[in-house]
Structure formats: structure tokens, C-alpha cells
């Protein structure tokens, strides 16, 4: 046999960083969705008071956002207008219009403002956990 025998020190320092790294890139990644859920809402009803100030006044208001987690690796967040709100049911109308009525897409431009600073978060998470030497 020639050249170094294998070195499991490295292969057992990998081991010893995925078992810490893999929690805390679960837990970060919760967090960044959260955050950008949040971020998101905000925008929305920023967003709606501008663009239905008279004739939705209430409509900002019903703008929130759910996180759900399915197993420990599936995290999404649902942000939208709750329709059991006041003038909640008017999301669709406003979001993308309708035949008398031009879309609004409150929504659909918080989202993409936030799509950058979202990438950019899961690109550091997936950085710090490729980072183990």
C-alpha cells in the first residue's frame, strides 16, 4: 500500500459537526422563515393601506401568517388575509383583481422584496454548515 493510511480524525470531526450542526441549522431555519413571514405581513398591509385606503379600510388589519412545521427537515410559512376578518374576504379581489377591478398585488410585491434577504439568510445557514475545518 502506498501514500498515508486513511485518517478517520476527519471523517470523526465531520460526524461531531453534523451532529451540532444539523439542530441549530433546523432551528435557524425556522427562524428565518418565521422572520421572513414577518417581514412579509408587514409589507402586505403597508402595502394595502396605500393601495385601498377608502374603500378597505379594515382590510390591512386582517393580513397575518402561520408557521408549520412538518417533521423535524419541512417548514412553511402561509401568510395571507384571514377571511373570517373584517373585510378579510376581500383578499383575492384586491390581490389580483378581478374583471371590474385591477390588482393591487400588495402581497405579491412584499414577497418579492423579501425573496433576496431570505436567500441570502439560507445561504449563510448552508455556509456555516458546510464550514467544519
Not at 441549522?25 to 428565518?32: F, I, K, L
Not at 393601506?49 to 412553511?76: C, E, I, M, N, S
Not at 448552508?126 to 464550514?131: D, I, K, S, W, Y
Amino acid at each position: 500500500m502506498t501514500g498515508n493510511p486513511f485518517d478517520m480524525r476527519d471523517v470523526r470531526r465531520l460526524q461531531v459537526h453534523l451532529a451540532r450542526g444539523i439542530p441549530r441549522a433546523r432551528r435557524d431555519t425556522r427562524a428565518v422563515v418565521a422572520r421572513g413571514a414577518l417581514n412579509i405581513k408587514k409589507e402586505w398591509r403597508q402595502n394595502a393601506r396605500q393601495t385601498a385606503p377608502k374603500h378597505a379600510p379594515y382590510y390591512p388589519r386582517t393580513v397575518g401568517f402561520d408557521v408549520l412545521t412538518f417533521g423535524p427537515d419541512q417548514v412553511l410559512a402561509i401568510i395571507g388575509p384571514d377571511k373570517s376578518g373584517q373585510q378579510g374576504a376581500l383578499g383575492n379581489i384586491l390581490e389580483y383583481g378581478s374583471v371590474k377591478n385591477p390588482p393591487h398585488n400588495d402581497g405579491g410585491r412584499a414577497l418579492a422584496n423579501e425573496v433576496p434577504r431570505f436567500e441570502a439568510q439560507m445561504a449563510l445557514i448552508l455556509e456555516r454548515g458546510l464550514t467544519w475545518w
